[in-house]
């Protein structure tokens, strides 16, 4: 069995430090997925390496995004995809012929 150095894996562990979570407050089973009530208030929670910890609350999914993820509040987003092209003069070889009549 080839097991990693503890050194790496402490590294590994280390890097993920620090991270948020946000964690639905709502009765029932148990924390499900965000897009499921969008409404619900987050609890912003925290690793520190051995647990998740409180960290700050939110009272939506609009405003725990903009806890968790800062860099995308402040740089708005981006149109997706290539930007469409009108189409050129010309016939082409995959236009539809010109109507007679």
Do not use: C
Not at 9 to 15: C, F, K, M, P, S
Not at 26 to 38: I, M, Q, T, Y
Not at 49 to 63: D, I, K, Q, S, V
Request: proline letters at 15%; charged letters at 30%.
């Amino acid at each position: 069995m080839d097991e990693e150095p503890l050194s790496e894996w402490a590294e590994r562990r280390d890097a993920k430090i620090g991270r948020l979570r946000a964690v639905p407050i709502v009765a029932g089973e148990g924390p499900r997925g965000s897009h499921l009530n969008p409404d619900a208030p987050r609890a912003i929670e925290r690793w520190n390496g051995h647990a998740w910890e409180p960290y700050g609350f939110a009272p939506n999914l609009a405003e725990a995004k903009r806890i968790l993820y800062p860099e995308a509040a402040e740089h708005p987003a981006a149109p997706k995809g290539p930007a469409p092209q009108p189409l050129g003069r010309g016939t082409g070889r995959h236009r539809r012929p010109p109507a007679s009549g």
